[in-house]
């Protein structure tokens, strides 16, 4: 990989804006300037209540906020995909999409905004181009039928995505598209392994390369003009099919490294995309949905680094050496502190890991987080969820450096899941979960 980007400069291919993709950037930093100083602020929550999965928030112009997300819908009436484009305070929708087709698969799909100016959305087996009053331009059904995670923009302003594989389930497919048109650009890539977590990618004087997380390796993808391929030289193995531990969500790009967590197949991961169309059913599977239930593994929760140089050279810490570890979003680093931040939610705990020699645990903190976090490096915090002993979903801000707890926040949420937070630029955060949207702003 080649010098980074300035993290906070948005990356070629997207809208001008601070936050126009999930993770902020394709490098998947979660990173945001400015500060929150939630401790010596006091939290205001507006929530809304809206009985769908809401997946993310992104930013367009500024102040000019976008929703997206699927329905929970593992029975009964069909699925669809949609985007709304929400009022920052009160949430309501200015205006919506409509029903998106999504091939009849349920699963948190992605939105981003584009340098031309469009929200493109995936959902499902489903591409779609949207104006910014969220009416259809384009739409695209994908060249594979299975639910598809992960949507990022390349330097050239191409889009590429992934459908979602487990172990055994053969090779995921990457396919690149025309921002435009949606047509494809080249042939679909089959990768040798399946891949569960999302795609993220970097960009440099040697052109654009993709990282994706396979069922027992890392694979990264140079991607030219026209077409793409697998990097001869450099995929590393993380894991061992059969061995003590589950697969591997995203990875943050960091400080020459990928930085991820394994055991992440947990109980309805498996449910979900074993079955066709993905996650959906005659009959609703209960609590078998549960990302709480028992997993199969016997391995602690382990955070890895990965060099992102020729060696590949895996660096393994387990924060917490509690057996059955199990997590459903993908760990942060933070170079600014040298500090990786990892958690185990199936068994709780989070904990900081110091970077600067090796992998050393730096403190641990009593919580239960599932989410994907926001950092803000200038303050040391750290915005994550917390699931409680009581069944409420709190956001909580910890200070990267010591792991105290400086804020919790109380969201109205009884659901806690893998999606994504989103920083405003005004002291604030969107949350995004199974049911509720909320907006937490630090006055």
Known sequence: MTTPLDRNDPSPGYWPSRWPVECGGNRRQKARSGRLDAATGTAEVVTRRNDRWNVMVVERDQGEWFLGGTMPAFAGPPPYGW??????????????SGELPCGDHVWCGAILAHANGSIHSVNGSYLHRLDPDCQVLAERELPVDRSHNGLLALSDGTLITKDLRLEGQGGTTITRLDPDTLDLIGEPMVLPEGSMGRIAGDHGSDGDAVIVPGTEHLWRIRVD????????????????????????????????????????????????????????????????????????????????????????????VEPFGTPGGGIIAPPVHVPEHQMALAWDSLNGGLAGVDTSDGLAVSWHLDVRPTM???????????????????????????????????????????IANGMFLTPGGNRDVFYCTTLTVARVVWR
């Not at 917390?386 to 709190?394: E, L």
Request: proline letters at 6%; hydrophobic letters at 35%; aromatic letters at 6%.
């Open 83 to 96: 985007v709304e484009r929400i009022h920052p305070e009160t949430l309501e929708p200015i205006s919506w």
């Open 225 to 316: 003009a026209d077409s793409m391929h697998l990097d001869g030289i450099w995929s590393p193995r993380y894991r061992t099919t059969g061995g003590d531990h589950g697969l591997a969500w995203d990875s943050c790009l960091s400080d020459g490294a990928a930085w991820l967590m394994d055991c992440g197949d947990v109980a309805p991961i498996r449910l979900i995309h074993t079955t066709e169309p993905n996650g959906r059913w005659a009959d609703h599977p209960g609590r078998a949905l549960s990302w709480r239930n028992p997993v199969s593994w016997t391995g602690a929760q382990r955070l890895l680094r990965v060099d992102l140089g020729g060696s590949g050279e895996v660096d393994v």
């Open 372 to 414: 994907q976090p926001v950092v803000f490096p200038e303050s040391a915090e750290m915005v994550i969820n917390d699931f409680t002993r009581d069944g409420t979903d709190d956001l909580i801000v910890v200070d990267i450096r010591t792991g105290n707890l400086l804020d919790r926040v109380h969201t109205g949420s009884r």
